[in-house]
Structures are given as C-alpha cells and as structure tokens.
C-alpha cells in the first residue's frame, strides 16, 4: 500500500455527506476535505468553505493541500470543465470533462448520442424557434414532454397533457425564457409510459461497473403528487427492474453509449446515471445524468461492500477492467425530510431536534443535506434536510426502520413523505 491520499469531496448535499461517509471508511485516506461540506460532512472531514462552483479556488485549494483525488458531486463544475482543469494542473478528479459532461449539459446532445446508437429512447424533435416548436406540435398527440435543452436545475422539463398546455410550455421556455439560455433550444417528445427506475455505472472511458438499481421519487406529495423536487426519498433495489432488464441495460445502454461517446471523441469517466421508463416494449432512456444522483446516491452507497476509493481511482486512471464492486444484498431505503414550503419558499435556520435519538436506531445512517452547526446546534440552512437511510433484510424492514429513525427528528416545519418505497412494497 502506498501513502496515504488525502481526498476533496466536492459539494455539499446529502449526495456528498454519503460519499464523504463510505470515503472516510477506507484505509487509503489520509486527510479528507468537503467544499462546502455540511453539518453532518464536518464530523467526518474538514469542512472547507469553497462553493462547488469555485473551481479557480477549489484548485488553488487541492494544490495547497496536496490532494490526490478530488470527488465532485454536483453537475454544475462538471460542466463548467472542473474536471479539465485538474487534468490540465496534473491533478486527479473523478468525473467526466466538459466534453463528456454535455451527457447531461445538453438534453439535444444527449438524444442524438442515443439514436445514434440506436439505444432505445423517446421519440423527439429538436427545435430553435418557437414558430417552428408549434409547427412541430402537430406530428404529436398533444402529450409530450417540452425540456429545455440545457442545465435548468432539475427544472427545465414540462410534462404536458394536451396541445394547449404544451405551447404554453414552449411560450414559458422559448419566449418568456423562465430558463435563459438553457430554453433557447428545446426537445419536444412523447411521453413514454410505465415505471422510472435508474441504473448507474463506474466508467472508466472504456470499461465500466453496473451498480445496483435504485428508484427516486420525484414529487413532494404522498402519492406522487404535487410539483417535482429533486428527490423526496428513494431505494435500492427497485424489484421493478428484474435481473433480466439489469442486463439489457447493461449492454444496450451503458455498453453502447460508452462506445458512442468514445466514437465521438468524449470517452466518458465518472458516474453515468441513466434515467430510465420501463415501458411495455422495454426500458428506454429518460435522461443521462453525469454524477451520482441524490438521495439515490445514499441508499446505494450504504449497499457497497468494497472500498470505493480504489473504484474512484480505477475510474480517472482508466484501470476499472482489473476491479470488480461487492453490493450487500441487504435493502437500502432513504427518506429526505424537507423545510416546510420547499420546493418552493421555505425559512432557514430552524433547530432541528432528535438528532442523537435517532441515529441510535440500529442500521439507520442520518445523512445531512441542508444543514449547519451553530455551536453545537444543527440549524436547517437548505430545502432538503436530511436523508434518513436505513437497511433491511427486505425493503419493508428497511422502510419500518427509517421511519422509525424519522418519527425520533423534528423541527419547526418539517416536511417529508410518508410513503417512500411504496411501490418496492407492492411487489
Ligand atoms: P428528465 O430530466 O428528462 O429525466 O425529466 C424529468 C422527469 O420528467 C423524469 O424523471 C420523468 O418523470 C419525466 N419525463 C421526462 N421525459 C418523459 C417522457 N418522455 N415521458 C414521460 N415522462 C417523462
Ligand atoms: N434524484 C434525481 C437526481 O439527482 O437527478
């Protein structure tokens, strides 16, 4: 074993405290750093306040600091090129470049990759003006997804019911431009029916490392009801997808889209997260993200049995052929607790309680989100709070013990759902 490699996690959501948790567990690291980390990362690193966005700074800071390997979280450096400019510095980070990252940085991009590849997907259309986007209205049956074309924060797609509703979508993207830029190209495309799962990878530009399967739930209400956030809870395995679709996955997705962006001159490293709906005619590719998805990251996480830092490794240095990842065949399930409001407004700095009582529940990790230490009191500083992640011998244990660890946390407020993994349960 060599030195010990001091480790920068970059980001600051429940996503990063979780990969801050599984880093912190391998004997490879020395020092470890989160930017700008949260009240649950500081307990397991040293929190440097640098935001994710910072990259100028966040290099300066791995120089100084002789990081070995930098992890980011969050799509928006990745992007932006943070990736490149480590590389370009001789320094390591995991993710794709800007090149690779366009996977996720451009939905147009993404689509044309895919039927390239002949990797099964909606049908769609790309369009630059709104005369041309109403024209094009026509050849559908008034049910369509309308997605800005680029990064809107999770936001920038419309799921439309009727003709009406959906030139009023282009109207808010084209015209009104609710997005800037990202809605001045836009994808219109059918709407696809079924259940969404995710499959994600390890990729190394060549070779790559399923993950097992995770289902996120979208909606802040019970029921799958009300607006879309960026994830209320999610768990792993999603039983909808059968070993049978693992595979086709694997082959007719991650497989070909790693040769096709190889093709293309972007060999793809890092996370390769693909959205899926399981249709009747097969799964089909919703979306591509180019990171570790959250809350799916934390109950997949939790099911790693391997060091991760070696994958992290394998996958900058293009070495995962000589690797292999064991999984717990334990259920993962992750419940997020939100401020009151969110996904809209919603107030900061409310105490939040119970804290110590509920991660004695055994098999619960309390992964933090929006989070801050004032003292020694954890204040809400964010929408998403915390992820209370819990394992099971089945998903219904796990979901009994998560809420059981939920039931002890309390604020002014609080927000979550009450039926997180309901749809592993039914089967
Ligand atoms: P995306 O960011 O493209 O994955 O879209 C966000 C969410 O919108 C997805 O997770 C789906 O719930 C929904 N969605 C996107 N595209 C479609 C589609 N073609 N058919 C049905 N639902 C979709
Ligand atoms: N939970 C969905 C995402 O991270 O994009």
Redesign the pocket.
């Known amino acids: 074993m060599g030195d010990p490699i001091n480790v920068l996690v970059v980001g600051g959501g429940g996503r990063e405290h979780a990969l801050v948790w599984k880093i912190n567990q391998s004997p490879l690291v020395g020092k470890l750093y989160c930017a700008p980390g949260n009240a649950g990362t500081s307990e397991l690193a040293e929190n440097v306040d640098i935001g994710a966005e910072d990259i100028e700074k966040l290099l300066d800071f791995a120089r100084a600091n002789d990081i070995g390997l930098t992890v980011v979280g969050p799509e928006a450096a990745l992007c932006e090129g943070i990736v490149d400019a480590f590389a370009t510095a001789g320094l390591k980070a995991f993710g794709p470049d800007k090149k690779a990252a366009l996977l996720e940085g451009s939905?147009a991009f993404m689509k044309k990759i895919l039927s390239d590849a002949n990797i099964p997907t909606?049908k769609y259309e790309k369009l630059s003006d709104p005369a041309s986007a109403l024209k094009t209205l026509e050849k559908f049956n008034g049910k369509?997804?309308v997605?800005a074309d680029g990064l809107a924060a999770?936001k920038?797609?419309i799921?439309c019911q009727s003709h009406a509703e959906a030139a009023q979508a282009i109207d808010l993207m084209m015209v009104k431009r609710a997005f800037g830029a990202a809605g001045d190209s836009i994808i219109i495309?059918?709407?696809?029916?079924g259940e969404?799962a995710s499959m994600l990878a390890f990729c190394d530009g060549e070779n790559f490392i399923m993950m097992p399967s995770s289902q996120?739930h979208?909606r802040i209400g019970d029921g799958d009801t009300g607006p879309?956030t960026g994830g209320m809870g999610a768990y792993s395995p999603a039983p909808v997808v059968t070993s049978q679709i693992e595979s086709m996955v694997e082959k007719e997705v991650m497989g070909k889209v790693m040769e096709a962006m190889k093709k293309d001159g972007r060999p793809y490293k890092g996370i390769l997260y693909a959205?899926l709906?399981l249709t009747d005619s097969g799964p089909k590719v919703?979306?591509f993200n180019c990171r570790f998805g959250d809350p799916e990251c934390q109950p997949i996480l939790m099911r790693l049995k391997s060091d991760i830092v070696p994958l992290l490794l394998a996958s900058v240095d293009g070495n995962l052929k000589s690797l292999s990842a064991q999984w717990s065949s334990r259920s993962t399930v992750c419940v997020v607790m939100a401020s009151g409001g969110y996904p809209g407004p919603y107030e900061k700095g409310k105490e939040i309680y119970g804290l110590k009582e509920a991660a004695v529940v055994e098999n619960v990790t309390i992964f933090h989100a929006g989070t801050t230490l004032d003292n020694d009191r954890v204040l809400t500083s964010g929408g998403r709070v915390l992820g209370v992640t819990a394992s099971g011998v089945t998903v219904a244990e796990a979901i009994d013990t998560a809420y059981e660890a939920v039931s002890k946390i309390s604020w002014d407020n609080v927000v979550f759902r009450k039926d997180i993994g309901h749809r592993a349960v039914g089967r």
């Open positions: 939905k909606a369509v997804a997605k999770g920038g797609v799921i495309e059918e709407l696809l029916e969404e996120d979208k879309n959205g709906m919703l979306e």
